[in-house]
């Protein structure tokens, strides 16, 4: 529907339940504009990966902006109303910026070839003030290196 979907993982049943009980009343405060999910990490932990949260570090907790497939992730594991309360403040106010992963933006670049990566994209690609033809691939792609 359009509504930003936070996840909270956990790995046992018990730390599943509590964590519900004590972000409740941060789910109830902004119902219409986050839904929330507890999620098994043991079962589901690789989705974590997916946005963009350390593997294998629960419990941990994560907004994806569903339409836009953008990902907050929450650093750290201390899930208490109040952390997570002003993560999910600052989200709803449009504070916060979406984690990107990328290579380290080159520090040199002389030759008219340039690489780009995610951090650098809008700055070079998207400059009205030049053209630009990109080549993207991937170095383990046996396609891409044909």
Known sequence: ??????YIFAETPEERTKLA??????AEKYKGKL??????????GAHAANLNLPAESFPAFAIQETVKNEKYPF???KLTEKNIGAFVKDFVEGKLEPS???EPVPEKQDNAVQVVVAHSY???VLDDSKDVLIEFYAPWCGHCKA
């Open 122 to 124: 809008k700055d070079i």
């Open 1 to 6: 529907a359009g509504i930003p979907l936070a």
């Open 35 to 44: 839904n929330m999910a507890v999620i098994d990490a043991k079962a589901f």
């Open 100 to 102: 990107i992963r990328s």
């Open 21 to 26: 009980e004590t972000l409740k009343p941060v």
């Open 75 to 77: 650093e750290g594991n």
